[in-house]
């Protein structure tokens, strides 16, 4: 089985810094796509960046130029710094991995860690 553990959220004035980190635990044979999600109040869960095994990155437009996703293969972690944090900006983050397990290769997700940025 595996398990997601997020960490790194909080609050945090606008123009703001924060990073978040994901790391996966159990029978893990091998992550291919990590990435974030986030989920504000009434809204569906959206994409904010992705990071494939390869390295290549895919961001949503609204976080372009100030979120940056990053992977550590080795401690099966990935992480989001997020810069100039807006206002709209808040939500819960949730970690996403697609992972290869004896269960076969599966998507898991973090529990959500919440991010909250005041203006």
């Known amino acids: 089985q595996v398990q997601l553990v997020e960490s790194g959220g909080g609050l945090v004035q606008a123009g703001g810094s924060l990073r978040l980190s994901c790391a996966a635990s159990?029978?893990?044979?091998?992550?291919?796509?990590m990435g974030w999600y986030r989920q504000a109040p009434k809204k569906q869960r959206d994409l904010v960046a992705t990071?494939?095994?390869?390295?290549?990155?895919n961001y949503a437009d609204s976080v372009k130029g100030r979120f940056t996703v990053s992977r550590d293969n080795a401690k099966n972690t990935v992480y989001l710094q997020m810069d100039s944090l807006k206002p709209e900006d808040t939500a819960v983050y949730y970690c996403?991995?697609?992972?290869?397990?004896?269960?076969?290769?599966?998507?898991?997700w973090g529990q959500g860690t919440q991010v909250t940025v005041s203006s």
């Open positions: 990071i494939t095994s390869g390295g290549s990155t």
């Open positions: 996403k991995m697609y992972a290869l397990s004896r269960l076969g290769a599966l998507d898991y």
């Open positions: 159990g029978s893990i044979f091998s992550i291919y796509t």
